[in-house]
């Protein structure tokens, strides 16, 4: 069964300044793909950034980043120029591409909590 | 476009009694999917319904149920509640089966006594 793990259950930066959460995860699936999902106090999850597991460039969105590393199963979320509104929790997940046999839903990690210090 | 709608925001229920929770997918997704959330076994994946038929099923008692409306509708039911269900309950649609860009909505927090 493939696992996500966030090891950093809390982060704090300046704002402004830049920031990067860390994910690893496993899977013995050749196609998927990752996400960094936000939770903001208002509980509602909203996507962050999304990367195809069969396309080498990182995605980028924005002050969003990502360095996704498929050998080495790593896909860590750089934040550039912090903001105040960024401030929430982070989520990284996982999901099988599609095989014709359905999908197993989204597995995420634990989540990282990110304080933004004014 | 309105989104994920999902009611009712909050619900308190007691142990043993049942409880179901409303989702409304985006206009023109027909993908439905579950995900309970608590602070120690994090975000899981309860279920999701396609075409009225449940596709795919998390590792969840059969307490756990859930049925799609020909409108795409989605609700989930849990039976003879425990204080274990106590959670955030997010819904999330998508296009169809296979697309992996989910939009959650805000989620129906159940508090069990």
């Known amino acids: 069964a493939q696992t996500v793990t966030q090891s950093q259950p809390e982060m704090s930066v300046q704002e402004a300044e830049t920031v990067t959460l860390s994910c690893t995860y496993d899977?013995?699936?050749?196609?998927?793909?990752l996400f960094w999902y936000k939770q903001p106090p208002s509980r509602q999850m909203i996507l962050v950034i999304r990367q195809e597991a069969y396309k080498q460039q990182n995605a980028t969105e924005n002050r969003f980043s990502v360095n996704f590393q498929k050998a080495a199963k790593s896909f860590s979320l750089k934040i550039s120029d912090s903001q105040l509104g960024d401030a929430a929790m982070y989520f990284c997940a996982y999901i099988a591409a599609y095989s014709g046999g359905g999908a197993d839903g989204l597995t995420f990690g634990k989540g990282t909590h990110l304080i933004i210090q004014p | 476009k309105a989104g994920v709608t999902q009611t009712p925001r909050y619900l308190i229920k007691t142990r043993g009694q049942q409880v179901t929770l409303s989702c409304s997918p985006i206009?023109?997704?027909?993908?439905v999917s579950w995900y309970q959330q608590t602070p120690g076994q994090g975000l899981q994946f309860l279920f999701e319904?396609?075409?009225?038929?449940?596709?795919n099923k998390g590792n969840f008692p059969g307490r756990f149920s859930g049925r799609q409306f020909s409108n795409s509708r989605s609700e989930m039911n849990v039976s003879t509640l425990e204080l274990g269900d106590s959670a955030l309950y997010l819904c999330?649609?998508?296009?169809?089966?296979?697309?992996?860009?989910?939009?959650f909505g805000s989620g129906t927090q159940l508090s069990v006594l």
């Open positions: 899977t013995s699936e050749s196609d998927y793909y």
């Open positions: 319904y396609f075409s009225e038929t449940q596709r």
């Open positions: 999330a649609s998508s296009v169809g089966v296979g697309d992996e860009k989910l939009f």
């Open positions: 206009s023109g997704h027909r993908s």
